[in-house]
């Protein structure tokens, strides 16, 4: 009974904060507000603002600088209206600029803008401080849009919307059209939305303004949005969303992959077909189903250097379907992670919102299931042909300003084997500045028997079970706190997580366990406010580990000097004055490291950057060793004109031993993507990746047309040469193409 004193403790202050939460709120320090103008008939947007709805419409103004500082006033004037009908929401804005030839806008894809001039909005229809739908509009009406979950945004996230943009003799106007189908809300009669308009001023520094008076002293940055008010009638029910698809690929590969002149192997011509489908009996809730999704074609995933990494890598999702409504699903540690239901035959997902609560599941049955195994100085990554059939539940309950307790059950069946995880997470606002947040979990395994697909024999901790798919039954258990201050010149945080050896979460995204660390840091913020020196930071942050065993791992102090220029140039500079790490039964010490980044956006057809670390590392083999070397990556994107863009990006990753006598792995990874912008709908782009680690080129041409984030059509190829060294008289040395892959792909949305 005692190790359960521990998580009783927790779930009661979890109790009592949540009972005393209402006294904890963190108001805004801004009350304005805007009451939109209703209009009878929806009107096609127009950037000119020629719709005689604008002119009767009461205007706002961003008038206040949030960044790099919140002591200053907007060095422009952006006048921003709001109209809706039953149906839209309509924002336009007139944007002035006393130079017009120094905006920055590029005629782009959509969500590829963010270094130009911008406007947009956070809109909270809960207004619960929670969530936000970011909507943004370079001046040539090219879109970006997002979700804001607290102070984090995920930019994969699309919704269906439309905007208008164009330069002016004296600035720039954008007009967004966002129906209200396209955002779940609150059933009321009359809505209150919490809102916040911005612009983005890239000049000699990178200026961002905003509608009410943030104050960078304030963490939470969506407590300070305006509201939108005295919205009367507006619809989003019995909404019927269709996305199907349809493809055709031709693949190909290598007779002998050991023999380079045994030619290509054509398959024949397939077609593949699928889509998903949408109900919304309400504004807030949903109901969703796909059938088949495809992947992997289109979006390519960049190569990542692994060559010392005993740990699986994380990529991030891009399937719509699970992209949609993912901030829903989310945990402070990863208990979830979509990509682990790798090829699902169908999958289905219902959500529901309101300001109080929130509740998702999902449910899928996959094929190819994949699994990562994880331990103490590595993990393993298992790809297989299994089916399994997965479950997601999450809930949520806001109370207060920003805080929340959620929960998250998991399971996985697979053959004879299963995987069920179980937590509880929390966020609570103590007072201003200062938060208390954590997750607790539990998981429950039972391995598939089958030792072909993977037989490990290393152990999980002092435990006598192995890594191997020998059947083991087991439990394991998470935990992770976390008590931080959050705030303009001074923050810090006190952090602890425990990961215990045989703790599985095979539908998330955990591949280190058999883990207790302490972390902690401070940050020192300062704001100069001059053109060549704008703001910069301080901080300091160390971490201890040790093993479930007691053993003592890893402890690092990290301190890390960050500081904007002019030219909108950063700079960072790094440094670890301790490191010491047991890898492997070795201890290793005084692996001193510098770390130094620069990224830079002088003008608008040039950006460039780059990061350098060197020092010692460890060698992480089965026999590890102590090594001296440097990692090193640097990326330019260069745009000749507003519709072409070429992007480079190099990495370089070396290690030696400490005399010189021996490298341990040297390789580097070459990427160029080349784009072509015919307009606002039609792409061209080029990508080709260079991998000296597997001596691999990898080319992706494609056309695409997007109509909306949904509506698209692609043609594109996927073609692999690798590298041989065969000598003799029938030798070949050279690149040979290996795999090749042609596609089409259309797919369509039909919204009523």
């Known amino acids: ?73 907007a060095q422009v004037k952006t006048q921003v209206k709001v109209l809706y009908s039953q149906q839209n929401l309509y924002i336009g804005f007139i944007c002035q600029d006393p130079n017009p030839k120094r905006i920055r806008a590029n ?50 996230y699309d919704l269906l919307w439309y905007s208008e943009g164009k330069i002016t003799d004296s600035g720039y106007r954008v007009v967004m059209r966002i129906p209200f189908k396209s955002l779940n809300f609150p059933e009321r009669n009359v809505q209150d939305w919490s809102i916040q308009f911005l612009r983005n001023y890239p000049r000699s520094t990178r200026y961002q303004f905003a509608w009410t008076d943030v104050d960078l002293s304030n963490s939470c940055l969506m407590c300070q949005n305006g509201v939108l008010a005295g919205m009367q009638n507006v619809e989003n029910s019995n909404t019927i969303e269709l996305l199907p698809y349809g493809m055709s690929y031709q693949s190909s590969s290598i007779n002998d992959a050991e023999d380079p002149r045994s030619g290509l192997d054509h398959g024949p011509l397939k077609a593949r077909f699928g889509g998903s489908v949408m109900y919304s009996p309400s504004s807030s809730t949903s109901l969703n189903a796909v059938v088949n999704p495809d992947f992997s074609q289109v979006e390519t995933d960049a190569a990542q250097i692994g060559a010392n990494e005993t740990f699986a890598l994380y990529y991030p999702e891009k399937r719509p379907f699970f992209m949609k409504g993912s901030d829903l699903f989310g945990t402070p540690e990863d208990l979830f992670y979509s990509r682990m239901i790798n090829h699902p035959l169908a999958a289905g ?24 195994v994880p331990g103490k100085y590595g993990s393993s990554l298992v790809r297989s042909g299994v089916n399994a059939y997965s479950n997601v539940l999450r809930g949520k309950y ?55 697909l993977f037989d490990n024999s290393r152990t999980y901790g002092r435990s006598s079970y192995d890594a191997a798919f020998n059947g083991e039954k087991y439990g394991g258990s998470l935990i992770s706190a976390e008590f931080s201050r959050q705030a303009k010149y ?81 700079v960072s500079v790094s440094y670890l004055p301790v490191n010491d790490e047991r890898f492997r ?58 519709r072409l ?34 307009s606002k709908r039609l792409f061209a782009r080029f990508i080709t990746q260079y991998n000296s680690f597997n001596d691999q080129v990898q080319i ?45 792909k259309f797919q369509y949305l039909i919204r009523s």
């Not at 005393?20 to 209703?38: K, L, M």
């Not at 606002?429 to 391995?447: I, M, N, R, V, W």
């Not at 400490?658 to 341990?664: G, I, V």
């Not at 996927?718 to 029938?730: E, H, I, W």
Request: net charge negative; charged share 20%; with cysteine.
């Open 645 to 678: 863009e070429l992007s480079l990006s190099y990495d370089y990753s070396t290690l030696s031993s400490l005399d010189d006598t021996q490298n341990y792995y040297s390789g580097d990874i070459f990427r160029m993507t080349g784009r072509y912008n015919f």
């Open 1 to 73: 009974m005692q190790k359960r004193k521990p998580l009783i403790w927790c779930l009661t202050l979890i109790a009592i904060l949540c009972l005393s939460s209402r006294s904890w709120a963190q108001e805004s320090s801004d009350y304005s507000q805007i009451e939109p103008r209703h209009v009878a008939k929806d009107f096609d947007i127009s950037a000119s603002m020629d719709a005689l709805a604008w002119d009767n419409a009461s205007p706002v103004y961003i008038k206040h600088q949030v960044q790099p500082n919140d002591e200053s006033q």
């Open 349 to 372: 997902k219902v959500t529901q919102q309101s300001d109080k609560y929130s509740i998702a599941f999902l449910t899928a049955y996959d094929r190819d299931t994949p699994f990562i």
């Open 398 to 452: 806001n109370f207060g300003s920003e805080s929340y307790v959620g929960g998250l059950l998991t399971t996985r069946n697979q053959q004879d084997g299963a995987n069920y995880v179980g937590s509880v997470d929390w966020n609570i606002l103590l007072t201003d500045h200062y938060y208390f947040s954590g997750q607790l979990a539990y998981s429950d395994t039972k391995e598939i028997q089958d030792t072909t």
């Open 490 to 570: 001074y923050s810090f945080s006190f952090e602890y997580k425990s990961f215990s050896p045989t703790f599985q979460s095979q539908g998330g995204f955990i591949n280190r366990t058999d883990r207790r660390q302490f972390e902690g840091g401070q940050s020192f913020s300062y704001y100069p406010g001059k053109d060549w020196w704008s703001r910069g930071s301080i901080d300091i942050n160390g971490s201890w580990r040790y093993d479930f065993a007691g053993q003592f791992q890893e402890r690092f102090i990290y301190a890390n000097w960050w500081n904007s220029f002019g030219g909108q140039t950063n």
């Open 585 to 642: 039964g070795e201890f290793f010490t005084k692996m001193h490291r510098t770390m130094i980044d620069v990224n830079s956006n002088p003008m608008d057809a040039l950006s460039f950057g780059g990061h350098i670390d060197f020092g010692r590392y460890v060698y992480r083999s089965q026999n590890p060793n102590m090594g001296r070397g440097y990692n090193v990556s640097a990326y330019t994107t260069i745009k000749p004109s507003t």
């Open 107 to 156: 005629i782009s894809d959509r969500d590829n803008s963010f270094q130009d001039d911008f406007v947009g909005i956070f809109l909270d229809p809960f207004n619960n401080n929670q969530h936000a739908y970011e909507f943004f509009v370079n001046p040539l009406g090219i879109q970006m849009d997002g979700m804001r979950t607290g102070n984090n945004e995920d930019m994969n």
């Open 700 to 744: 992706y041409p494609l056309l695409y047309y997007k109509l909306n984030p949904f509506t698209k059509f692609y043609i594109g190829m996927t073609d692999y040469m690798n590298y041989y060294d065969r000598s003799g008289p029938n030798g070949f040395q050279g690149y040979k193409q290996t795999d090749r892959q042609f596609f089409v």
